[in-house]
């Protein structure tokens, strides 16, 4: 038999060199971790705001003021639009009281023949202007002592109501009186000062009457002679006009309102306190504001009706569920935010309160 040999030659085995495998990058972990991380400790401070602080939404509105005469009166020009921004001592409109006839006005100029008729007119007119103005001191003295007699009386009756002598709703009917007695002020006051703008121009018709032999036009002039006179309407508060009522030539009968202003010079939140967290909101707290584009702020709780209301769609918790909370007035902490807040007019607004 043949015999095998085995080759004592050491084979070369052909290989691939392995490398050396990568560290893997902890990029994507440390990613992970800080979402994780992030999201638990909203989770823990959402947790601690509810336990210690307590929340409730409003709307910054401000007090409204509703332009109207004593007496019947045609609007003959206005000098504002809605939505214009007005101050105090600004003119809204121009109007005329005594206006039967202003569809047969002549446009020819007239002379009176009998200018001892309208001396005595003007007489006449300047002496009743003069004793109207004496009796409006006197209605805006005793509306002033209404005033401070009610203020007194509000103040005894927190602490009785507190005490439960009084029931919440009495406290309220008295503070509405207080706001009717001080829109009662604004308006004898402005009632004032317009007697004293036409006591002005009859006594400057009047001069004008002595100085010379003064032809009147027909357009200010009624029939019969009749004079008529056109009355200016100054703005008494700060704000923006809301809605005008009365169109241009159209007549505004008494005690209605020929247009509305939005008062600036009273601005509050009307805040809409849950009834779970009534209990640490309180009068003269201050609270933390805070508006819907991220600025801050604070304020004053002023008022507390313990009356509930029903909460508007906008501000509850379940849209299209019934919902009542209780309604808190709150005021700017001072003059500086009291200017800021007129930037935010109709702006929702959320507040917060510690319970601690």
Not at 56 to 65: C, D, K, S, Y
Not at 102 to 127: H, K
Not at 214 to 220: E, F, H, K
Request: net charge neutral; hydrophobic share 40%; charged share 25%.
């Amino acid at each position: 038999m043949k015999q095998f040999k085995f080759q004592n030659k050491a084979s070369v085995i052909t290989g691939i060199k392995e490398e050396q495998p990568r560290r893997r990058s902890n990029i994507d972990r440390i990613i992970y971790l800080i979402i994780f991380i992030l999201l638990i400790t909203s989770l823990i401070i959402y947790l601690i705001r509810r336990n210690v602080s307590a929340s409730a939404l409003g709307e910054v509105i401000t007090g409204r003021f509703d332009v109207m005469e004593m007496n019947d009166m045609k609007i003959m020009e206005y000098f504002v639009n809605e939505g214009d921004t007005v101050k105090a001592g600004d003119t809204l409109f121009r109007y005329r009281t005594e206006f039967f006839d202003d569809d047969n006005e002549l446009n020819a100029t007239i002379s009176l023949s009998d200018g001892e008729g309208t001396s005595n007119w003007l007489l006449r007119e300047i002496s009743l202007t003069k004793r109207n103005i004496q009796l409006k001191q006197i209605d805006i003295s005793d509306v002033k002592q209404r005033i401070s007699k009610t203020q007194d009386l509000i103040e005894k009756m927190k602490l009785e109501v507190y005490l439960d002598v009084y029931p919440p709703v009495v406290l309220k009917q008295q503070k509405m009186l207080l706001d009717d007695y001080r829109i009662d002020l604004t308006k004898s006051n402005q009632e004032l000062s317009q007697l004293y703008i036409y006591l002005r121009q009859l006594e400057e018709l009047q001069k004008q009457q002595l100085s010379a032999n003064v032809s009147i036009s027909g357009s200010s002039m009624g029939a019969g002679g009749q004079q008529r006179i056109d009355y200016y309407y100054i703005s008494p508060v700060n704000g923006i006009i809301s809605k005008i009522n009365t169109p241009l030539k159209g007549i505004t009968y008494k005690k209605e309102a020929a247009l509305f202003i939005s008062n600036l010079d009273k601005i509050f939140i009307k805040a809409y306190i849950p009834q779970e967290n009534l209990e640490y909101f309180r009068l003269n707290d201050i609270v933390e504001l805070s508006f819907m584009d991220g600025s801050r702020s604070k304020g004053i709780i002023k008022d507390i009706y313990l009356i509930t209301e029903e909460v508007p769609e906008e501000f509850r918790a379940i849209r299209g569920k019934n919902q009542r909370t209780v309604i808190a007035e709150v005021y700017p902490f001072d003059e500086l935010e009291r200017v800021r807040w007129i930037t935010y007019y109709q702006f929702t607004v959320k507040l917060t309160i510690s319970k601690l």
